[in-house]
């Protein structure tokens, strides 16, 4: 793996810093492993965010439960000779922890139009760069061939004229002299 701000080659998978520039490399060598997506993604994107419609319709289900099992238990324990503690019991922890659950959805859990984009960047599969440039190239530039000038001689950039002389070509002239 190489450095991604300096692209120094990783010295060993044991290092955690790149050894040129410092920059830490635990975190973009498990965005590598990972194929782009980020850690926190993947660990999250199973669990849906919790709404305040989720908790209300949670506590809905936990309040009309109260009036499916209360009966079934009281009949139960009628036909079983269990107090009547049982019954009273089911249908106080049911009625009021529908309700209890339903407040506390109003008051803690936001509502899904309050979730921001980087919590919705955590509700699903998102990867770097976003999910419709994702390992695509910049946009072409070109130049035109008309904008090309051919260089004109004499100017400051013609450098032929600073050029040394070649090795062989004084080395020639050597031996043409001893003659």
């Known amino acids: 793996m190489y450095c991604p701000q300096c692209g120094q080659a990783r ?22 492993e990972r194929g782009g997506v980020l850690p926190t ?3 999250s994107s199973g669990k849906s965010k919790r709404t305040r419609n989720r908790g209300l319709k949670q506590g809905l289900f936990i309040f009309l439960l109260t009036f499916l099992l209360v009966p079934l238990v009281s009949i ?8 009547r503690f049982v ?8 009625f009021m922890g529908g309700i209890l659950r339903m407040v506390y959805a109003l008051l803690f859990e936001p509502p899904e139009s309050e979730i921001t984009g980087q919590d919705r960047l955590f509700s699903g599969q998102a990867s770097i760069g976003g999910a419709t440039g994702a390992g695509a190239l910049p946009p072409q530039t070109t130049h035109p061939a008309q904008a090309f000038v051919q260089p004109v001689p004499g100017n400051w950039r013609d450098t032929t004229e600073l050029a040394p002389a070649s090795v062989t070509e004084n080395t020639t002239k050597l031996l043409d002299s001893d003659q």
């Open 11 to 32: 010295i060993s998978n044991d290092t955690n810093f790149c050894s040129r520039c410092g920059f830490l490399l635990t975190g973009a060598a498990e965005l590598v």
């Open 41 to 43: 993604v993947q660990a």
């Open 76 to 83: 139960i324990a009628a036909g079983l000779n269990i107090d």
């Open 87 to 94: 019954v009273a019991l089911t249908a106080v922890s049911l």
